[in-house]
C-alpha cells in the first residue's frame, strides 16, 4: 500500500467499523507491516490489524503518560477507565489528551459514547466537547503518521530488496542476450513514464524472442524502487487447431481470464479470496493494484479472442499498476496499449548469438561471414531458429548443415529447421519426445515425466539428448527444475511428425 494512501478518513472509517463490530474497509488491510503477521485469511488479516493499532495506541498513550509523571491503576469498570480519561486531561499537554481521546473513544476495553466522553473531560460541556473532538481529531493524525512511519519500514524490508520482487519470476534460461538493449532501454522509458499507456504489448512471431525481453525487462525493473511487487503468469495454450497450425486454448475466454486472475490473488498473497467469484475478485484486488504499482507480467497470450477477452477486464486494475504481454498477436487496437515488436537479430547479433551457443558447448568457433549469410538467408534473425542451428553445428560438420540449409525454399524455416532437427535424434529420444508431447506442453517436474514408465536411465539420455538438442527447455523454479516443449516444437510434432504416421520414429 502506498504511504500517501494511508489517511484520516481511511483510518477513521476502519475505526468505526471496527468498533460497530462490521466488516472492516478493504484499505488497511493491504498494509505492508501486516506480512510479518503471515495471515492466510481474511479473517486473521483483520484480526492481526485490530491488534497492532491497539498495540500502538497504548504504548504512545503509556509513554505520554509517563511523560507527565502518572502511573495509572488498573482499570476495572467503566467508572475507572473514565477516571483515567479526566486524569489524562488535568496536565494541559496536549499531546498525552490526544492519545487518550483516540484510545478511549475507539480502542478501550469498554465501550464509552461522546456524551460520556465529553462528561469525563474536564470544563463546561459546550467546551469540553470542542477540545474533545480537537483531541479526538489530532489523535487520528498522530496515528496516521505513525503507520505511515511503520509502512515505510515495512517497504524498505519487503518491497524494495531485488530478490523479493524476484520470487514470482522465471529464472533467466540465456547464458547472454543480444541485441535487446534498445527493446529494453525502450521497455523501462515506457514503465518509468507515468503518463505512458498502462499496457504494453511485446509483440512477433513464434521464437522471437518475446518471452527473453520481458523476462530481461523484469529482472532489470527488479532492482528499482518505484514497485511494490512483480508478477509472472504464464498464459500458455495447449490444444493445436490443425488447420491454422496454431496453439489455442481449449477453454472459453472467461475461463482464462478466471485463470489469470486466481494466479494474481495467490502471488499477492491474497489467498484468503479463494472460492469468490471472479468479479468479485478483481474488486477486491483494485485497492491493492490500484494503491500502488505493481508490474504485472503475461507472457505467451497465443489467440486474439482471449486477448479481446483479456485486456479489457484487466483494465481496472491498471494505474499505477501496469501490465507486460507477450503475444503473437498485435493489440494496436487497444488506445491503452503501446505496442513493442520485436525484430529479427541483425546479421552480426545472429553470428554473436551462435557462436555464443557453439561456445557454450565447448566448440569456439569463429564464423566467417560467407558461412553466417549463408545462414542467415534461410534462418533470418530467429533466436530460436538460430539455436537449433546451433545445436546442429555442434555435432555436423558445417559444409553439411549449409548444405541442408540451402535446400529450404519455403517461407517457413522452422519447419525445415525441425525435420532436420528430427532426423537427428536417436530412435530413443525421438520416441520419448512423442510420449511427453502432450505432458510437456506446460511445465512438467521430472516424476510427471517418469509416469509414461521409461527406465530412469534411458529417460536420463533421452532428457539429455533432447536438451542438448535444444527441443527439451528447462525451467528452474523456485520448488525445482521443470521441463517443457517450446509451442514450436509442439505443432511441429503434432503437424509434421504426428501427422505422418508412427513409421516415422524410424531414421
Given at each position: 500500500?502506498?504511504v ?8 477513521k472509517?476502519?475505526l468505526r467499523?471496527w468498533?460497530q ?10 498494509l ?7 495471515a492466510a ?10 491488534q497492532?493499532l ?5 504504548r504512545?498513550l503509556?509513554?505520554?503518560r509517563?511523560?507527565?509523571?502518572m ?6 469498570d467503566?467508572?475507572s477507565l ?6 489524562d486531561?488535568?496536565?494541559s499537554y496536549?499531546k498525552?489528551?490526544?492519545?487518550s481521546?483516540?484510545?478511549h473513544r475507539?480502542?478501550s476495553a469498554?465501550?464509552l459514547d461522546?456524551?460520556e ?14 477540545l474533545?473532538q480537537?483531541r479526538?481529531?489530532a489523535?487520528l493524525?498522530?496515528l496516521v ?8 519500514a515495512?517497504h ?5 530488496q531485488?530478490?523479493h520482487?524476484?520470487?514470482?519470476l522465471?529464472l ?6 543480444f541485441?535487446i538493449?534498445?527493446l529494453?532501454d525502450r ?9 505512458a499507456?498502462p499496457f504494453?504489448s511485446i ?6 524472442g ?10 532489470q525493473?527488479?532492482?528499482q ?6 508478477l ?8 493445436l ?10 477453454k472459453?475466454?472467461?475461463q482464462?481470464f478466471?485463470?489469470?486472475v486466481?494466479?494474481l ?6 489467498t ?5 467469484d471472479?468479479a468479485?475478485?478483481v474488486q477486491?484486488?483494485q ?8 508490474l504485472i507480467?503475461?507472457?505467451?497470450l497465443?489467440?486474439l479472442?482471449?486477448l ?7 483494465h ?12 503473437r498477436h498485435?493489440?494496436?487496437q487497444?488506445p491503452?496499449v ?7 537479430l ?23 561471414a560467407s558461412d553466417?549469410?549463408?545462414i ?12 537449433l542451428v546451433a545445436?546442429?553445428?555442434a ?6 548443415v ?10 517457413d ?6 525435420q532436420h ?35 530412469e536411465?534411458?529417460m ?8 542438448d538438442?535444444c527441443l527439451?527447455?528447462t525451467?528452474?523454479t523456485?520448488?525445482?527444475?521443470r ?8 505443432t511441429?510434432?503434432?503437424t ?7 513409421g516415422?520414429?524410424?531414421?
Amino acid at each position: 500500500m502506498e504511504v500517501e494512501a494511508i489517511t484520516v478518513p481511511v483510518l477513521k472509517r476502519t475505526l468505526r467499523a471496527w468498533r460497530q463490530g462490521d466488516k472492516l474497509p478493504e484499505e488497511l488491510l493491504t498494509l505492508d507491516l501486516l506480512r510479518s503477521y503471515r495471515a492466510a485469511t481474511n479473517a486473521e488479516r483483520c484480526h492481526h490489524l485490530q491488534q497492532h493499532l491497539l498495540n500502538l495506541v497504548e504504548r504512545q498513550l503509556a509513554e505520554q503518560r509517563h511523560i507527565v509523571g502518572m502511573m495509572p491503576a488498573a482499570v476495572t469498570d467503566k467508572t475507572s477507565l473514565l477516571h483515567h480519561l479526566t486524569a489524562d486531561f488535568s496536565h494541559s499537554y496536549p499531546k498525552l489528551e490526544a492519545w487518550s481521546a483516540l484510545y478511549h473513544r475507539y480502542f478501550s476495553a469498554v465501550a464509552l459514547d461522546v456524551q460520556e466522553l465529553t462528561t469525563a473531560v474536564p470544563g463546561k460541556p459546550a467546551a469540553s466537547e470542542k477540545l474533545l473532538q480537537r483531541r479526538l481529531n489530532a489523535g487520528l493524525k498522530l496515528l496516521v503518521g505513525r503507520l505511515q512511519q511503520e509502512e515505510i519500514a515495512a517497504h524498505s524490508r519487503y518491497q524494495r530488496q531485488p530478490h523479493h520482487l524476484r520470487r514470482h519470476l522465471p529464472l533467466p534460461d540465456y547464458a547472454q542476450l543480444f541485441g535487446i538493449d534498445p527493446l529494453l532501454d525502450r521497455l523501462t522509458g515506457w514503465l518509468s513514464d507515468n503518463q505512458a499507456p498502462p499496457f504494453i504489448s511485446i509483440e512477433g512471431i513464434g521464437g522471437i524472442g518475446k518471452t527473453a525481453v520481458a523476462r530481461a525487462a523484469a529482472h532489470q525493473l527488479a532492482t528499482q524502487p518505484q514497485w511494490q511487487d512483480i508478477l509472472w503468469i504464464s498464459a500458455r495454450q495447449h490444444r493445436l487447431d490443425i488447420e491454422s497450425g496454431q496453439m489455442r486454448d481449449e477453454k472459453n475466454a472467461a475461463q482464462t481470464f478466471a485463470d489469470i486472475v486466481r494466479h494474481l490473488t495467490e502471488q499477492l498473497g491474497q489467498t484468503h479470496l479463494a472460492g469468490l467469484d471472479t468479479a468479485v475478485k478483481v474488486q477486491r484486488l483494485q485497492p491493492l493494484l490500484r494503491g500502488a504499482p505493481h508490474l504485472i507480467i503475461i507472457d505467451n497470450l497465443e489467440t486474439l479472442a482471449d486477448l479481446e477477452a483479456l485486456v479489457p477486464h484487466l483494465h481496472p486494475l491498471a494505474s499505477p499498476t501496469r501490465f507486460l504481454l507477450t503475444s503473437r498477436h498485435s493489440l494496436s487496437q487497444y488506445p491503452f496499449v503501446a505496442c513493442l515488436p520485436v525484430p529479427d537479430l541483425s546479421l552480426d547479433n545472429c553470428r554473436l548469438l551462435i557462436e555464443s551457443e557453439l561456445a557454450r558447448r565447448g566448440q569456439a568457433i569463429t564464423l566467417a561471414a560467407s558461412d553466417m549469410q549463408a545462414i542467415y538467408i534461410v534462418v533470418g534473425g530467429l533466436p530460436l531458429a538460430l539455436k537449433l542451428v546451433a545445436a546442429q553445428m555442434a555435432r555436423l560438420n558445417l559444409n553439411k548443415v549449409l548444405a541442408w540449409l540451402q535446400q529450404a525454399n519455403w517461407p517457413d524455416p522452422y519447419r525445415y529447421i525441425y525435420q532436420h532437427s528430427w532426423q537427428m535424434l536417436s530412435i530413443e529420444a525421438r520416441a520419448f519426445l512423442l510420449e511427453i508431447v502432450d505432458i510437456a506442453a506446460v511445465p512438467a517436474k521430472w516424476e510427471l515425466l517418469a509416469c509414461i514408465g521409461w527406465p530412469e536411465q534411458e529417460m536420463k539420455a533421452a532428457v539429455d539428448e533432447l536438451i542438448d538438442a535444444c527441443l527439451l527447455e528447462t525451467d528452474h523454479t523456485t520448488d525445482g527444475l521443470r521441463y517443457y516443449l517450446h509451442r514450436l516444437t509442439v505443432t511441429f510434432l503434432q503437424t509434421d511428425i504426428l501427422g505422418w504416421g508412427e513409421g516415422l520414429i524410424q531414421p
